[in-house]
């Protein structure tokens, strides 16, 4: 049974950081494609931060050089560091992985282009 279970949201402060965890079961983690996603209140999700394959990392362009996405391969975890935080950052951010969908070299993909998702986890960031 694949399980993706994200943990790390919170509340905090402009300027502040959060790292968020998920933790992946149930599937081959190494070279599966695995990937950040958020979602706001009215707005579509959006890709935030993705890999390829366990390749290039592409980012959204609204968290270049904020964001980090990192691949633990002997834990099965994929983090996101998230630094310098916005207001426009709150949203649900799930975990995502393996893909069903071939998209292109620094490309984000849409979010049905992978099968597995997480429950979510709550970022809040306050003016």
């Known amino acids: 049974q694949v399980q993706l279970m994200e943990s790390g949201g919170g509340s905090v402060q402009s300027g502040g950081s959060l790292r968020l965890s998920c933790a992946a079961s149930?599937?081959?983690?190494?070279?599966?494609?695995m990937g950040w996603f958020r979602q706001s209140p009215g707005k579509r999700r959006e890709a935030v931060a993705v890999?390829?394959?366990?390749?290039?990392?592409t980012y959204a362009d609204s968290v270049k050089g904020r964001f980090t996405l990192s691949l633990d391969s002997a834990k099965n975890t994929v983090s996101l560091q998230m630094n310098s935080l916005l207001p426009e950052d709150t949203a649900m951010y799930y975990c995502?992985?393996?893909?069903?969908?071939?998209?292109?070299?620094?490309?984000?993909?849409?979010?049905?282009?992978?099968?597995?998702w997480g429950q979510g986890t709550q970022v809040t960031v306050s003016s």
């Open positions: 995502a992985a393996f893909a069903v969908k071939a998209w292109g070299a620094s490309i984000l993909p849409d979010p049905s282009s992978l099968r597995y």
């Open positions: 149930g599937f081959r983690f190494a070279g599966s494609s």
């Open positions: 890999t390829k394959n366990f390749g290039l990392v």
